[in-house]
């Protein structure tokens, strides 16, 4: 380690001086004072919380309570298409498209 300073040994056998007590209640009072409030966001109101809660439930409760559409003006071979499981639909309307296109369809193998 190296050897101390003589400034700061010199430092060291000053005697510690205190503040006067009026200087501490003057410092105390001004930084009091001049402290402000700072703006903080605190997030909406509650009351517009609570709507956009109950907005978003009613949505969601909507949502999971409304029946499928009906199924009217859909043709009967539609309503049968979509009872089938995707890989049957999906060669069903393959099926369709070559046969609207006029096109032979690949050889099943």
Known sequence: ???PDPFEEKLRSLPARSLPPEWR???LGRAASARSPTPRWKGPPHWLAWGWGAGI???LALHLTTP???L???SQGDIEL???P???RRAQLLE???AFNDVKAYPKP
């Open 82 to 84: 979509q009872s089938k």
């Open 25 to 27: 209640a003057e410092i």
């Open 86 to 88: 995707p890989l049957q």
């Open 57 to 59: 439930a009613a949505s």
């Open 68 to 70: 499928e559409p009906a």
């Open 72 to 74: 009217a003006g859909r």
């Open 1 to 3: 380690m190296s050897a």
């Open 96 to 98: 369709a498209w070559l």
